[in-house]
């Protein structure tokens, strides 16, 4: 049974930084699509960023591109999302998400979409104020 737990959000100045991590159990990282998306109030939940585990990153979300890096610890079987330069606009609901590898090769080349992915995290909030 896979389970995803993210962790480190909370309030921050903009400008400011944080790092967002995603533990996974019930499976191994290998051959696992993992994404991070966001959700504001009134707003549909959006893609930030996907990397396939082992490999480079699939997808940044043009508004985060050069401030916001997705990585992964294979070791402690957990993805992050680095938030650098955060701001007022980047305030969401963060979520981790996991699919497999079927799921990332019939979306390659388009912007991830939440039906890519079967496995979500129970969110951490992000406050950025000014």
């Known amino acids: 049974q896979v389970q995803l737990a993210e962790s480190g959000g909370g309030s921050v100045q903009a400008g400011g930084s944080l790092r967002l991590s995603c533990a996974a159990s019930?499976?191994?990282?290998?051959?696992?699509?993992l994404a991070w998306f966001r959700e504001a109030p009134g707003k549909e939940r959006e893609g930030v960023a996907a990397?396939?585990?082992?490999?480079?990153?699939?997808y940044y979300a043009d508004s985060v591109k050069g401030r916001f890096t997705i990585s992964q610890d294979n070791t402690k079987d957990t993805v992050f999302l680095q938030m650098d330069n955060l701001k007022p606009e980047d305030t969401a609901t963060y979520y981790c998400?996991?699919?497999?590898?079927?799921?990332?090769?019939?979306?390659?080349?388009?912007?991830?979409?939440?039906?890519?992915?079967?496995?979500w995290g129970q969110g951490t909030q992000v406050t950025v104020s000014l």
């Open positions: 019930g499976y191994t990282f290998s051959r696992t699509w």
């Open positions: 998400a996991s699919a497999s590898y079927a799921s990332y090769y019939r979306a390659r080349g388009r912007a991830i979409t939440p039906t890519d992915f079967g496995y």
């Open positions: 990397l396939l585990a082992g490999e480079s990153p699939t």
